[in-house]
């Protein structure tokens, strides 16, 4: 079995997609708790964590508990969203308004990606993931995770980010062989 968690908590004030945000307190709390449930309940050999400093910072709280080999990877990187990325959101609502007022899965972030574009990245290279040894655990992000969701259920891409509950420091089970993804914590 592979699992992934999203990173913890970070400033929603600003833009994700690949900026370098922090974990806010309660975000740090949140994967020390994580990482607790998941020494307790799985079996971790190794992690492979996207290389934005959110998730990076995420996998090493959790391997303090684990002790595994980590690896840092573009795959599992969360959309581009290109000049938006790390824009305090009341900059980009008056800078961008009639941009983030028309989005739809095919709206490309200026200087980024479109949603579909996320979609083809995590479906393209989910062969990669497929050959992950058993027992290891992606420290990813929402879209990522969303990404997974979609394919494993044969799902028509949309705009409802929130639909498979993919919450901070939430932990997932893929089961790539029988196209199974689920919520475990």
């Known amino acids: 079995m592979i699992y992934a968690i999203r990173h913890g908590q970070d400033d929603e004030r600003f833009i994700g997609g690949w900026s370098n945000g922090k974990l806010t307190k309660n975000g740090l709390n949140d994967v020390k708790f994580a990482s607790l449930w ?47 990325n790390g824009l305090p959101i009341d900059i980009a609502k008056k800078t961008y308004h009639t941009f983030l007022n028309n989005m739809n899965i095919d709206t490309v972030y200026p200087k980024g990606e479109s949603l579909r574009d996320l979609y083809i990245r995590i479906y393209n290279n989910l062969n990669k993931l497929e050959r992950l040894k058993d027992n290891t655990l992606l420290v990813t992000h929402r879209g990522v995770i969303n990404m997974l969701y979609y394919i494993l259920n044969n799902k028509e891409l949309d705009m409802n980010k929130g639909q498979f509950e993919v919450t901070t420091a939430s932990i997932h089970e893929i089961d790539f062989e029988n196209k199974l993804i689920r919520k475990v914590r």
């Open 38 to 84: 998941i020494r307790d309940n799985l079996s971790i050999n190794n992690i492979l964590s996207s290389d934005i400093k959110r998730a990076r910072d995420t996998a090493f709280i959790i391997n303090k508990e684990l002790k595994v080999p980590i690896e840092f990877s573009e795959i599992l990187r969360e959309q581009n969203k290109g000049l938006l």
